[in-house]
T-cell receptor, first 116, second 113 residues
Framework: DAGVIQSPRHEVTEMGQEVTLRCKPISGHDYLFWYRQTMMRGLELLIYFNNNVPIDDSGMPEDRFSAKMPNASFSTLKIQPSEPRDSAVYFC??????????????FGPGTRLLVL | KNQVEQSPQSLIILEGKNCTLQCNYTVSPFSNLRWYKQDTGRGPVSLTIMTFSENTKSNGRYTATLDADTKQSSLHITASQLSDSASYICVVSARSNDYKLSFGAGTTVTVRA
C-alpha cells in the first residue's frame, strides 16, 4: 500500500482565498483524522471520521473550516476564507479500530499551507 | 495548561551515545500512551503504544517505560544513530474517548557524528 496520500504537498495562497486539502486514507482503514501542526501549538486534532461519518469536530477552530468524507477513500478539509493564522502543516491520518484503543495511526506526509 | 509535558525541549548527543526523553501527563482517566517519531518534513510515525498494565515496551533501539502511578513515561534511545535525529512526541489518550488525544510539544533530538 502507498500509505496515506495527501495533496497538495505545498500550498501558498492569499488571505481570503478558499483552500482545499485532500486526503486518501490507507485502503481498508475505517478511521480518518485531520490534524494541524504549528510551532506554537504543536499537533492538534481537528476532526475525525468513522466509516465516513464525522464523529468529533470539536477541534475545528471555527466555521471557516469544514471537512467532508464522501466515501471511504477520500476526504477534504476546506478553509474559506483563509487567513494568515491558518498557516500550518495539515496532516491526515488513518487507522483501523483495535480493541482497547491501541490502534496505530498512520500519518500522511502533510500539506504545508502558507496564507499571505 | 497542556496535559502532556515533555522534557527536555531539545538535546544534542554524539553518535553512539544513549539518551532519555521524559513525558509527564495529567490526563485522566488514562487509556494509553504513545511515542511518535517525526522526521523533519514528514508525518509522525508510531514507535510504541502502552496501556495501563504495561510498564516497558521496546521497538529496536527505542525503549519506552510507563509509570501509571506517577503518570510519567520515558523514551530511551540506545546507541544513537544519525537517523535518530528527529522530534519525539508523547501522546496520551483518556479512557473516555480514545481518540481525544493530548499531545506533548515534542523533544527535538539532534545526533552529531
Amino acid at each position: 500500500d502507498a500509505g496515506v496520500i495527501q495533496s497538495p504537498r505545498h500550498e501558498v495562497t492569499e488571505m481570503g482565498q478558499e483552500v482545499t486539502l485532500r486526503c486518501k486514507p490507507i485502503s481498508g482503514h475505517d478511521y480518518l483524522f485531520w490534524y494541524r501542526q504549528t510551532m506554537m501549538r504543536g499537533l492538534e486534532l481537528l476532526i475525525y471520521f468513522n466509516n465516513n461519518v464525522p464523529i468529533d469536530d470539536s477541534g475545528m477552530p471555527e466555521d471557516r473550516f469544514s471537512a467532508k468524507m464522501p466515501n471511504a477513500s477520500f476526504s477534504t478539509l476546506k478553509i474559506q476564507p483563509s487567513e494568515p493564522r491558518d498557516s500550518a502543516v495539515y496532516f491526515c491520518a488513518s487507522s483501523l479500530r483495535v480493541w482497547g484503543g491501541r490502534e496505530t495511526q498512520y500519518f500522511g506526509p502533510g500539506t504545508r499551507l502558507l496564507v499571505l | 495548561k497542556n496535559q502532556v509535558e515533555q522534557s527536555p525541549q531539545s538535546l544534542i548527543i554524539l553518535e553512539g551515545k544513549n539518551c532519555t526523553l521524559q513525558c509527564n501527563y495529567t490526563v485522566s482517566p488514562f487509556s494509553n500512551l504513545r511515542w511518535y517519531k517525526q522526521d523533519t518534513g514528514r508525518g509522525p510515525v508510531s514507535l510504541t503504544i502502552m496501556t495501563f498494565s504495561e510498564n516497558t515496551k521496546s521497538n529496536g533501539r527505542y525503549t519506552a517505560t510507563l509509570d501509571a502511578d506517577t503518570k510519567q513515561s520515558s523514551l530511551h534511545i540506545t546507541a544513537s544513530q544519525l537517523s535518530d535525529s528527529a522530534s519525539y512526541i508523547c501522546v496520551v489518550s483518556a479512557r473516555s474517548n480514545d481518540y481525544k488525544l493530548s499531545f506533548g510539544a515534542g523533544t527535538t533530538v539532534t545526533v552529531r557524528a
